[in-house]
């Protein structure tokens, strides 16, 4: 599991099947309380929008979290975060 903020959309004008009503979202990955890389994620809350905090799981588990046949996606969000902490420490520790 892992956290992310929402920074915009993806349109796709042809889905794979079974994907035609999931939303998909560009999200920036936090790690350590810095944002990294960007990843598109499947949205199985269906109200996440630019700005909010979310969790995601990947993997296999989700395109199973959609309760369908397996859909093909790497990262789904499930829910949101209204706030967090994060304690980071030094390189030497």
């Known amino acids: 599991m892992y956290i992310g903020e929402v920074v915009g959309t993806v349109v796709a004008t042809v889905k794979e099947p079974g994907m035609e009503d999931i939303p998909l979202l560009v999200v920036h990955k936090i790690e350590k309380g810095k944002k990294t890389k960007m990843i598109v994620a499947a949205d199985s809350t269906r109200q996440a929008g630019k700005g909010d905090i979310v969790y995601m799981?990947?993997?296999?588990?989700?395109?199973?979290?959609?309760?369908?046949?397996?859909?093909?996606?790497?990262?789904?969000?499930?829910?949101?975060i209204d706030s967090y902490n994060v304690e980071i420490q030094p390189e030497n520790q």
Not at 57 to 66: D, P, V
């Open 57 to 80: 799981i990947g993997s296999r588990e989700a395109g199973r979290i959609f309760r369908r046949k397996l859909v093909p996606a790497d990262a789904a969000i499930v829910g949101f």
